[in-house]
């Protein structure tokens, strides 16, 4: 007599199976498990032998004819006197009794389990709840190609072969690294069995909450969701004994992290400050306003250490000087990556509304403390990061570099002219390649010899050897020189005689990011209310980006670069809307048109009058690296660190 407990359970999974089904058909789905198909069987095969695999991840049959069985999550469709039924009520009554022992016999295709054996083991188990099965396996080998399926799968095999869990998807490349180094551990280096099986018990948990939250319409697989989150929590609190309900909750406060990252088109670029910003501004100058505004500022060095802390802290000075009694201000020196935390808790502690975090450096820890705070804004001095918790902010200096090419080309007598690169990082090529057709503009014969500050070497007695008298070095970073030379005039005795550089000016920036919150704190969105990121790009036109011109420079050559700085002010001239061919002769521009911001931003290559390549980046000093890491032109092409969590 068969079970009652047994039937009962039949009759519920095949109810559940019949709605399954219904609604497949209603959205154009495959209502059925899927088919192997008998080519895929035709593959090159492996015996893994048994081992415990994840349910969720048998989709399939290798028998056609089996699929119409079961609905497309293996719940059963026959009737209930019919001889399918009969076996699969024994199967459950063995299940409620003793359990199902045996293995399933399968074979594995990209990662999915298709049952040669145990159709029906898989569908008892799936219906009671079980969360893995025992299953004999084969692998399947794909053929070589360059699908990126196939290439994905591929990399799985690597990872799994150190690392023995199934189930982590991703739906680009370097997934699989990048998760292994977060957790601590080399491509290349075996999971102990202990971390493995904490592993996959944390993975699992995580999996379910992300879909029961609805990850499933984000277009992110589970993998993808765990490497964004990351990025905003640490691998050590992920392995901790935490269940799916804190999941739940640490997801949810980086769920709209997540809706972007699944964009197309995730960021959201100012380019200038709001139109009539002025006017408004003016207009509460005159007013006046109650509100007071409590701002901090995390430097990484101290001003007398570090132009760049300089530069940002003149910055701050000039917000306090502006503004006065509508600002409350306090900056934070020598804060590292490691104490940027602490410093920022501080800082809200003591009642900061906004925060601005200067170093690209910086920005992992305020990401990580964003997600704490969703009532404080957060900016950090980068560009192109796709993050609603922290805008990004930076300057177009190309404009600049345009002009500063221009002066270049119109003093170089033989044509040749010395350029010293920073790091191979965002709108630095963009920078190179400006000033190299704003040379041309002015000396059709100028080429452009390029050298890095992020390499060894002597690059000023490398020019100064060959002849060269125009040479472009360090820009200057703020209101005063501070030892940068910009474009200058190299002499024979290797003395450097200024003439001109881009300078930046991070107070107009910080004065009027503030003023806007002050009108209106909802210019600056919080992440709640944020549907994209938002980098803040400014340019000439904006006064964050200007000219700093030295009285060595020739009259007549000055009133040119005057010209050229009010057009591109005005918008009347454009660096990039002229025939540009790149080093192997491709045209990058007809000079039809603008190029894009995300063109000039992602640039990564050289125009033809530039004799010298970006830098690879095992080729460059230890200390430029994590820069160019997080910023690097080709930064997804850079092997993840492998440092211990």
Request: with cysteine; hydrophobic share 40%.
């Amino acid at each position: 007599m068969p079970n009652v407990e047994a039937v009962q359970y039949y009759l519920a999974a095949q109810r559940q199976g019949q709605r399954e089904y219904k609604n497949c058909v209603h959205r154009g789905l495959n209502p059925n498990i899927q088919a192997l198909g008998a080519d895929k069987l035709q593959l090159s095969q492996v015996k893994l032998g048994v081992m415990e695999v994840p349910i969720y991840l048998v989709v399939g049959s290798t028998e056609e004819a089996r699929c119409n069985s079961f609905s497309a999550g293996f719940l059963p469709l026959m009737g209930p006197e019919s001889e399918f039924a009969m076996k699969w009520v024994n199967l459950c009554s063995a299940q409620l009794s003793e359990g199902i022992h045996d293995p399933i016999q399968c074979y594995e295709y990209l990662g999915r389990f298709y049952v040669q054996e145990g159709n029906k083991r898989v569908s008892v188990l799936k219906s009671m709840g079980s969360s893995i099965i025992q299953a004999d396996i084969i692998r399947l080998m794909p053929e070589p190609s360059d699908d990126i399926t196939t290439q994905i799968y591929l990399e799985f095999l690597e990872f799994f072969r150190h690392s023995r869990c199934w189930g982590v998807h991703f739906s680009e490349l370097g997934g699989y690294a990048k998760l292994q180094a977060a957790l601590g551990f080399a491509r290349d280096e075996d999971w102990p069995e202990d971390f493995q099986k904490k592993f996959k018990a944390r993975y699992f948990s995580f999996r379910s909450s992300f879909y029961r939250l609805g990850g499933g319409g984000l277009g992110l697989t589970a993998g993808d969701a765990l490497l964004r989150w990351l990025e905003f929590y640490d691998a050590r609190e992920f392995l901790a004994s935490i269940g799916e309900g804190d999941y739940r909750k640490t997801l949810s406060a980086i769920w709209k992290e997540l809706c972007l990252h699944a964009e197309t088109d995730p960021i959201a670029v100012s380019l200038a400050p709001a139109e009539g910003e002025e006017k408004k501004s003016v207009m509460s100058a005159l007013l006046g306003t109650k509100k007071r505004l409590r701002v901090a500022f995390l430097f990484q060095g101290t001003p007398s250490t570090s132009g760049w802390t300089a530069a940002h802290d003149k910055g701050r000075e000039y917000l306090e000087q502006t503004l006065g009694d509508s600002v409350s201000v306090k900056g934070y020196y020598g804060v590292s990556p490691q104490g940027t935390e602490s410093a920022i808790c501080e800082a809200v502690e003591g009642g900061a509304e906004l925060i601005f975090t200067t170093s690209v450096s910086l920005i992992d820890a305020t990401l990580r403390v964003a997600v704490k705070y969703p009532k404080v804004r957060f900016m950090n001095c980068s560009i192109d990061q796709p993050y609603v918790n922290v805008k990004a902010y930076y300057c177009r200096v190309y404009e600049g570099k345009f002009i500063t090419g221009a002066i270049a080309g119109a003093m170089s007598q033989g044509g040749r002219i010395g350029y010293v690169g920073s790091y191979p990082i965002l709108g630095v090529p963009a920078s190179i390649n400006a000033f190299a057709l704003g040379a041309a503009l002015t000396n059709p014969e100028a080429r452009i010899d390029l050298r890095w500050h992020c390499l060894p070497g002597d690059y000023m007695g490398e020019f100064r050897r060959q002849g060269l008298q125009i040479v472009s070095d360090r820009d200057f970073i703020s209101e005063q020189p501070d030892g940068a030379q910009g474009l200058a005039r190299l002499e024979p005795d290797g003395e450097l005689v200024q003439l001109a550089s881009p300078s930046w000016h991070w107070g107009e920036f910080y004065v009027r990011i503030v003023r806007e919150m002050l009108r209106d704190p909802r210019t600056i969105p919080l992440a709640e209310d944020s549907s994209r990121a938002i980098n803040y790009w400014w340019g000439m036109n904006s006064g964050v980006v200007d000219l700093h011109f030295s009285p060595h420079l020739p009259e007549g050559v000055r009133s040119l670069a005057e010209i050229l700085r009010q057009g591109i002010r005005a918008g009347t001239i454009h660096p990039f809307r002229r025939l540009i061919r790149d080093q192997a002769g491709s045209v990058r521009n007809d000079g039809s048109r603008d190029l894009t911001m995300e063109e000039i931003l992602k640039m990564n290559w050289l125009c033809d009058r530039i004799d010298g390549s970006l830098p690879a980046y095992d080729q460059l000093l230890d200390v430029t690296k994590p820069t160019v890491r997080r910023l690097g032109v080709d930064r997804e092409t850079i092997p993840p660190e492998e440092e211990k969590a």
